[in-house]
């Protein structure tokens, strides 16, 4: 147990949301995470595009498959797909109750239910569950500083790697900061409520945050130039192409062609 | 141009762009192999000495000769971090990859070495400061003085001629605090830390450079100065408990 005061292992644990889960070693996470990063992206690409039922549950059932291939553990994986499907549903879940007049409608007696609605619900959700079980294959299986070096070798912008790389690695810093203003505006009694003294202090709070975060990217910055850093992101761990990287990489991306055939026939 | 001098710094000056002087004609020397403590109050410019001899900021000065470069020369400049290595005051600020292995092996890839010489580079540096085993840990996971040593082998990674450490005890409970004490006194390379923390200093460095305002007020034997109790009180500081 680390003697520190300012270690801090429940609050850190929570911000851990895309950390590797200690999983199974799979077949998927032995991927070259060029292929890995190529195959999944352009099969999330093609996943967007379905606007048919059929294909976007085949969908899902292909990446539910991936998902048990990559033996992702299922605590781990369902926690976040159910975070991630919480936040789809607040923008989608009205749309079977939009009855317009071209509808075809379902009677339940307490309430009438657009036949269109709650198919674009069903098709849109389980898109949405493809979609985010693909990610989650891909960050679960992947560490993220090889994924942000395959991103860079397949021409991703080094200012945007950079940005996920230290978002990723500050966010519970800033976290942290926040909570530290927190528990100081509680000790000199504050407490939130609807009137302008409480939307000055928030305002002011997040002001603090954006200070502190720009002088600590200060710091960082001066602390990377002092080690040699000159913009090019590098990493041990080199990539090296095999047969299975690119089985993996048609198979996914074959499948995922196979269904917007099938819905650019069916639409 | 090789010297005895690992830094020698003559009227370095530094001025931030709103025109606030931090530093002003400090002049001083540092032998290879040397441990100096930099010494003096909140916001004397213990910090910006460092970042101006590590080309960070940019200074100007008479003369300024830093592992035998000159920090204000562009070309040296690029050279400096193989050099050179800063400890900054928080840990935080300088372990920025996700992991301990990653975050070590930063620098000595930033230098164009081979796979195989930095991965031997990191097991060498971890061992150095006692984290061998902490290579897949996560940098956010560990205490404060587990931090600070992962920042030390960030740059002992690099082989620096010079290492610069900034409030290196600050944030460390007094196990981690002597530990670091420890650690500090087996690297056999010309060291400058600068610090609040005298008992440290005088645990580490034959000598001081008493920082003030900008300005060096004084410089002498470590165990002489801060035993000075009129000139310790005159710029902020205490007689270190040992010395009283």
């Known amino acids: 147990m680390p003697s520190d005061a300012n270690h801090k292992p429940d609050l850190l644990s929570m911000t851990l949301a895309f950390d590797q889960p200690a999983g199974l070693p799979s077949f998927v996470a032995r991927i070259d995470p060029r292929w890995k990063l190529a195959a999944i992206v352009l099969a999330a690409g093609g996943l967007a595009w379905l606007q048919s039922l059929g294909p976007a549950v085949a969908g899902m059932i292909a990446s539910l498959l991936l998902v048990a291939v990559a033996r992702l553990p299922w605590s781990w994986y369902l926690g976040r797909l159910v975070a991630a499907l919480a936040v789809y549903l607040l923008f989608f879940l009205w749309l079977p109750f939009v009855v317009e007049q071209a509808h075809s409608t379902w009677d339940l007696g307490f309430v009438v239910l657009s036949e269109t609605g709650t198919i674009r619900l069903a098709y849109l959700s389980a898109k949405a569950v493809a979609m985010i079980s693909l990610i989650l294959v891909l960050v679960g299986t992947t560490a993220l500083p090889n994924l942000l070096k395959a991103a860079r070798s397949m021409y991703v912008s080094r200012l945007l790697v950079f940005l996920m790389l230290l978002a990723y690695r500050y966010v519970f810093l800033l976290i942290e900061e926040f909570n530290r203003l927190r528990i100081a505006l509680r000790v000199r009694g504050f407490r939130n409520g609807a009137d302008l003294h409480s939307y000055r202090t928030i305002g002011q709070v997040a002001g603090t945050l954006l200070v502190r975060s720009a002088e600590r990217s200060e710091r960082v910055g001066q602390a990377m130039r002092c080690r040699g850093f000159d913009g090019e992101f590098r990493s041990l761990d080199d990539f090296e192409t095999a047969w299975p990287d690119v089985v993996m990489f048609l198979t996914t991306v074959g499948f995922a062609a196979l269904l917007v055939t099938w819905d650019l026939m069916i639409r | ?244």
């Open chain 2, 1 to 244: 141009m090789e010297t005895q001098s690992a830094v020698a710094a003559t009227t370095l000056s530094y001025a931030y762009p709103d025109g606030t002087e931090a530093l002003s004609d400090i002049t001083f020397d540092v032998a290879r192999g040397e441990t100096v403590g930099l010494v003096g109050p909140n916001g004397a410019g213990k910090t910006t000495v460092f970042l101006c001899l590590a080309g960070v900021l940019q200074a100007s000065a008479e003369s300024l000769q830093v592992a035998g470069l000159d920090p204000r020369n562009s070309n040296d400049r690029k050279q400096l971090p193989a050099r050179v290595g800063i400890i900054f005051q928080n840990s935080d600020d300088q372990l920025f990859s996700t992991t301990i292995k990653d975050d070590v092996a930063f620098g000595p890839l930033n230098l164009g070495l081979s796979s195989d010489e930095v991965r031997n580079r990191v097991a060498e540096a971890l061992g150095q400061v006692g984290l061998t085993g902490f290579d897949e840990r996560v940098p956010m996971h560990l205490s404060g003085g587990e931090k600070r040593r992962a920042a030390i082998a960030g740059v002992l990674a690099m082989k620096p001629e010079i290492l610069l450490l900034d409030e290196p005890s600050m944030f460390l409970d007094p196990r981690g605090r002597r530990e670091l004490i420890g650690l500090l006194n087996t690297l056999a390379i010309t060291k400058i830390i600068a610090s609040h923390d005298l008992d440290m200093i005088l645990d580490t460095c034959q000598r001081v450079l008493v920082l003030d305002h900008g300005k060096i007020v004084a410089q002498g034997l470590a165990q002489t100065l801060l035993g000075d109790a009129a000139l310790m009180s005159a710029h902020g500081l205490e007689v270190p408990y040992r010395l009283r």
